[in-house]
């Protein structure tokens, strides 16, 4: 007889437009108004959007320019990370009374394991229930959260029932709601992927599951293994504590070698702005670029620069990649540009695993208590 794997159970908390209701909180005569937390109507770009601008199209990474324009009524609001810190941390102690298996995303989301948690509930949907209605009450904002399985399942399903609320895909209910899930909820498959998908008939989780092991991998690289097993259900990535992200990087392979420093400026002018879109989604900044040079003959060079602020604009990204750029002459032809960010303004994030003293397991029927 075959061994599964236990079922975990466990839960995706994503705060509801965290920078933004951070600030309507803070200052009570911007609640109900559509705001924009970072940018200007004429630069920059937006950190986070409340509620009521998101209904105007107005989103992160979106410029400061284009959220004007889609709601005239916008008010730019200077961030505050400081603040947002210091509310991530209170949140942050209310998931460590239910278990130490916490792995912060950023500031406003985390997994948490509650498999075997301090409180001995067999429930996971339950702790998720209280968990949000702890921090409406002793912090102030609402969060949403998922439940199930795996990381990857809950962070979907975290999404599903926003703002306020919470989704629980049970074991049972695990491969029907990822066959009718839209491909592009698929954590993983971005805007580039999800266009690419779609030109091969792949719309949702369904589709994805008729394609093979072998045909994924052969359209889709390392990446098709992944796509191929958690449509499946198949996600085996533990909560890992302490947990931060060091750096984070896009890079572009050309169909032609490049010779042209103009020709390369272009491409890095638009590896700046996904290098900026990432750090804006990821909410984070940093001090240090590099950038990654790849030669026709396939030898590797990096060039550094450390800068004294942190910064997650493009223009400044990519002035500072020019630089970088110019340093030294190009020994051949180039075949790969990539820009990464490191020396990040994370650092107090990382939380230090503390140990759990009452290890007792509850062992339940997950299919009535999950």
Known sequence: MSEFPPIRKIIHVDM???????????????????????????????????????????????????????????????????????????????????????????????????THNKKGNPSASLIAKEIRERILKEVGLTASAGISINKFIAKVASDYNKPNGQKTVNPEEVIEFLERLDIRKFYGVGKVTAEKMYQLGIFTGEDLKLKSLDYLVEHFGKSGSYYFHVVRGIHTSEVKPNRIRKSLAAEHTFNENLSSEIFMLEKLDHIAEEVSRRLTKSKVAGKTVTLKIKYSDFSLQTRSKTLNYFISDKALILETAKDLLYQEKMSNSVRLLGISMSNLNNEGLAIQTRQTKNEKSVNVQLQFEF
């Open 16 to 114: 509801d437009a965290f920078y933004a209701s951070v600030e309507q909180m803070d200052n009570p005569d911007l609640k109900g108004k559509p705001i924009a937390v970072g940018g200007n109507e004429k630069r920059g770009v937006v950190s986070a959007a409340s509620y009521e601008a998101r209904k105007f199209g107005v989103r992160s990474a979106m410029s400061g320019v284009q959220a004007k324009r889609n709601c005239p009524e916008l008010i730019f609001v200077k961030p505050h990370f400081e603040r947002y810190h210091e509310i991530s941390k209170k949140i942050r102690s209310i998931f460590f009374d239910y278990t130490d298996l916490v792995e912060p995303l950023s500031l406003d989301e985390a997994y948490l394991d509650v």
